[in-house]
């Protein structure tokens, strides 16, 4: 309760920049427009629209080999663990846009009790990708809270790759 209280009040206090909780830095997310060094609650890591927020695709931001491994790297910017059930953060590609059928890259990574929920977690993670190539396909990082305390416990990336 104390957690849910701080984070209304943190909300309060950024105002406009409101809750920010999951941010995707290689491939870099659409509208990467994070600060340097990011802080806890940066704007640019608040998306919670199903699947990629209220952002626009735009043109692929990275290629890689079809078929090969890479390493996915983002930040889970505020925690926001629910014990009665825990979320959860998974990486996954669309090849039908934004709300096409997503393919689950990498396993699900269970959330964890990080106590204070401004805490900072980066996430490095390995995932093969499909063999089939694509001029634009959409990768999707999601942190799926379940937090019944947060107006909106769902939180999402996504960036702009192709595949050949
Ligand atoms: C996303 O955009 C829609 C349409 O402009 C708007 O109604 C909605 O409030 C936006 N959501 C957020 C979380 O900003
Ligand atoms: C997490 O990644 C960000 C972005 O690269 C970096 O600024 C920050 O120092 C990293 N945090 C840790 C604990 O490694």
Request: some cysteine; overall charge negative; glycine content about 8%.
């Amino acid at each position: 309760m104390i957690k849910y209280l701080a984070c209304i009040l943190l909300a309060l206090q950024l105002s406009s920049v409101a809750f920010a909780h999951l941010c995707l830095f290689d491939p870099p997310q659409r509208q990467p427009n994070w600060g340097v060094p990011i802080g806890s609650g940066d704007n640019a890591c608040y998306q919670v629209e199903s699947n990629c927020g209220n952002t626009t695709a735009g043109s692929p931001v990275a290629l890689y080999t079809a078929g090969s491994t890479i390493q996915v790297f983002f930040q889970q910017n505020y925690n926001h663990w629910y014990a009665p059930n825990p979320g959860f953060l998974d990486v996954g590609i669309s090849y039908g846009g934004d709300n096409g059928n997503y393919i689950q890259l990498s396993q699900t990574i269970s959330d964890f009790n990080a106590w204070d929920m401004v805490s900072q977690t980066n996430y490095t993670v390995s995932v093969t990708l499909p063999i089939q190539s694509c001029k634009s396909c959409v990768l999707r990082v999601r942190y799926v809270s379940n937090n019944a305390g947060e107006p909106y416990p769902d939180f999402y990336q996504c960036s702009d790759i192709a595949l050949e």
